[in-house]
């Protein structure tokens, strides 16, 4: 994923990074975290689309990325 394909900004993940209890977070280390959550997300919106799909609906809702998150992130998300 490249630059200007993100869909996140930095500035809010210096911010998680720095709520996660850190003095200080380099460029490289919020750019990484950045490929990362939006490589998550991607794979949750995905499944959640599957999710909807086998309702037979178009829209894919809450409990449809809430049961993607449980489902790709198992033991992290409850």
Known sequence: ?????????????????????????SEDAAEELRKILEDVAVAIAKEALSLAQYAGRRTVKREDIERAAKTLLRGFYT
């Open 1 to 25: 994923m490249s630059l200007s394909s993100s869909e996140l900004s930095l500035a809010p993940i210096h911010r998680l990074i720095k709520k996660a209890g850190a003095a200080r977070a």
